[in-house]
């Protein structure tokens, strides 16, 4: 399989996509964070994240510039849940790393800075908690040094039993 066929954010839209459509992917996701207990009554806020972006995919690319980093940074995957009988709201910072790829100067190390800069803005939908995230192939997770800077590590192996293109996407860099 062509490697191209993994690198325009699709994976990343496939993952978005099933966390807003399917109530148990999104347990099964919530069920390895902090927030694990919370997945019953947890609602995703994708409506209210696409108004926040005025037309833009609601879930891509909340960007942050960091000066303490040199430069603006990137949350790839924003997804802010609200628990629907307090309005407590959390949000995850979740990092792909395709199997073909690797972080940026920076990357790894602005995830926490920038979370915690977004955190309790209104124009990130005020969340008060939260936790990150990175997707990547277990060899990655294993062998990168800085995929400990990440609060959860959520291997593509594990992904495949609801996305199988996480699955395809790690043999076709094989």
């Known amino acids: 399989m062509d490697q191209s066929a993994f690198t325009d954010g699709n ?10 459509e399917s109530r148990e992917f999104r347990s099964w996701l919530l069920s390895r964070t902090k927030f694990a207990k919370l ?3 947890a609602r995703l806020l994708d409506e209210e994240q696409r108004a926040a972006r005025n037309g833009k ?4 690319n909340w960007w942050r510039h960091l000066p303490e980093y040199e430069g603006d940074f990137a949350t790839r995957i924003l997804l802010v849940f609200e628990i629907e009988q307090t309005n407590l709201r959390f949000a995850l910072h979740i990092e792909n790393i395709p199997p073909f790829g690797g972080f940026e100067h920076n990357q790894a190390e602005a995830y926490r800075p920038r979370a915690l800069q977004m955190m309790r ?3 990130h939908l005020g969340y008060m908690d ?10 990655f997770i294993l ?3 800085r ?17 199988p293109e996480f699955a395809l996407a790690d043999r076709a860099a094989a």
């Open 121 to 123: 803005r209104g124009r």
């Open 130 to 139: 939260f936790e990150t995230a990175l997707l990547a192939p277990q060899a």
């Open 11 to 20: 994976l990343d839209e496939l993952f978005a996509g099933k966390v807003a």
């Open 147 to 163: 995929a400990e800077l990440f609060d959860r590590r959520i291997p593509y192996e594990t992904i495949a039993g609801f996305l």
């Open 57 to 60: 995919t609601w879930w891509r």
């Open 143 to 145: 062998n990168e040094p």
């Open 39 to 41: 997945w019953p009554v």
